[in-house]
T-cell receptor
């Protein structure tokens, strides 16, 4: 139990569906992240939020839409996805943004397995 | 720039064998270094970390020493168990960087 909870753990959706992934952290952290993990590829940073403001968007297609209503919750809204978007989506949080302090540690949730059919 | 290079897997060992997973890094400043572990079907868990040169991180029998002279942070365990089967990721971050840089991961399988 890392203090970062993701739901759902598994999601199957059609290419025309709209769904959302949810992340909640119970650690009192100020920064939250979405990563994508695909087979045989390094983890890809998608979005970064600090104090509910988006500070990083790594050229992610607009079919992925993040939302951070407060510092404890982070959503990833999904619509008109493609089969190649099937992956493990990991949420993470840290006290502050990376590098804001020496040894600032990022904690990950267990991930949401997404399959687009 | 900042990057992490890990030895390619997969690595298969017998129970009680000695484990080394190599990790080297490139960084423009003074990074903090991490090892994360991902067990089958789960997310990433922090295994250990080191924040300055010559620091040794340790946890669950795993160790890694921050070697600035060789820019390395190799993961070691003296006697692996079947339950150590997982994917191991080396990572770094540093002040001013806007990312946690991961290696590609090394899959370890321990057989009885």
């Amino acid at each position: 139990e890392t203090g970062v909870t993701q739901t759902p753990r598994h999601l199957v959706m059609g290419m025309t569906n709209k769904k959302s992934l949810k992340c909640e952290q119970h650690l009192g952290h100020n920064a939250m992240y979405w990563y994508k993990q695909s087979a045989k590829k390094p983890l890809e940073l998608m979005f970064v939020y600090s104090l509910e403001e988006r500070v990083e968007n790594n050229s992610v297609p607009s079919r992925f839409s993040p939302e951070c209503p407060n510092s404890s919750h982070l959503f990833l809204h999904l619509h008109t996805l493609q089969p190649e978007d099937s992956a493990l989506y990991l949420c993470a949080s840290s006290q502050d943004l990376w590098g804001a302090g020496v040894g600032n540690t990022i904690y990950f949730g267990e991930g949401s397995w997404l399959t687009v059919v | 720039g900042n990057s992490v290079t890990q030895m390619e897997g997969p690595v298969t060992l017998s129970e009680e064998a000695f484990l080394t997973i190599n990790c080297t890094y490139t960084a423009t400043g003074y990074p903090s270094l991490f090892w994360y572990v991902q067990y089958p079907g789960e997310g990433l868990q922090l295994l250990l970390k080191a924040t300055k040169a010559d620091d040794k991180g340790s946890n669950k029998g795993f160790e890694a020493t921050y070697r600035k002279e060789t820019t390395s942070f190799h993961l070691e365990k003296g006697s692996v168990q079947v339950s150590d089967s997982a994917v191991y990721f080396c990572a770094l971050t540093q002040t001013g960087a806007n990312n946690l840089f991961f290696g590609t991961g090394t899959r370890l399988t321990v057989i009885p």
